[in-house]
């Protein structure tokens, strides 16, 4: 089956895409050093960052639009605020060693505005991590001339898009749409391609950034180490390392 064969890509690209980003930000918090988590959730980078790193609680900040689940992380004595990552960030300039939102990008309204203020709130010589999908791949180039929604670019605000295969859905069935609802945890608004998202942390004032391509599809997973770093490009997702 079709699908069966882009899901188990995808399942490959993204385990391996989030390797890759954890290294970054457990590697920058080796020695110590604030962190802010973006998308927090209840606070699962406290949890390994904490057994890997030694992290202290103090030193784990967090924001998280979801009042709910704020809550919970509240409750187990994490600083985890509620708060929109398309506003001004309620922190001190040079406030953290290390900045990382993985899969947040794509969801906000303003993610220019969202990567200025990471380069504000890091202190000289601080990290950010993002990891996000790549609107130019090969993948997606195909679904538009197919006459398809890409996979990579927004979601729609309807199901009825989804059930009737417009969209071509990869992603793993426990990840429940909720494209319809007032506050959508999926849907994508803003997608960058590898190319202007370098160029454009470069452009703010980053010394290092380095991006790492994962998933060009619809070459098989036997391939993909390899290909990746031919051509990042076009590949499905892509993690940026940014050092200010």
């Given amino acids: 089956m079709l699908k069966n ?3 188990a890509l995808y399942q490959r690209t993204m385990h391996e895409a989030y390797a890759h980003a954890g290294t970054g930000i457990t590697r920058t918090l080796a020695n110590g050093g604030d962190c802010l988590d973006c998308g927090a959730s209840t606070g699962y980078w406290y949890t ?18 979801n009042r709910h689940l704020v809550s919970k992380a509240v ?19 040079r406030r953290f060693k290390c900045i990382f939102g993985l899969s947040v990008l794509e969801h906000l309204l303003n993610p220019c505005h969202y990567l200025k203020e990471c380069h504000r709130l890091l202190e000289d010589g601080g990290v950010l991590v993002l990891l996000t999908p790549n609107i130019s791949t090969y993948f997606t180039a195909a679904l538009i001339l197919a006459g398809k929604m890409p996979s990579s670019g927004p979601h729609p605000d309807s199901d009825a898009l989804i059930r009737s295969e417009e969209l071509f859905k990869v992603s793993d069935e426990s990840l429940q749409s909720d494209t319809e609802s007032d506050t959508p945890s999926h849907r994508h608004l803003v997608v960058f391609s590898y190319s202007v998202l370098g160029k454009y942390l470069r452009t703010m004032g980053f010394s290092q950034v380095d991006g790492r391509g994962f998933g060009l599809y619809p070459f ?14 076009h590949c499905h997702q892509m993690v940026f390392i940014a050092r200010k």
Avoid: C, T
């Fill in 220 to 233: 098989p997973n036997f391939m993909q180490p390899v290909l990746e770093r031919v051509d990042p490009y």
């Fill in 48 to 65: 390994r960052l904490s057994a890997e790193v030694g992290l202290p609680k103090e030193n784990y900040h967090g924001i998280e639009w």
């Fill in 5 to 7: 064969y882009f899901r």
């Fill in 75 to 93: 409750e187990n004595g994490l600083d985890i605020q509620q708060g929109d990552l398309n506003k001004v960030l309620p922190f001190a300039d």
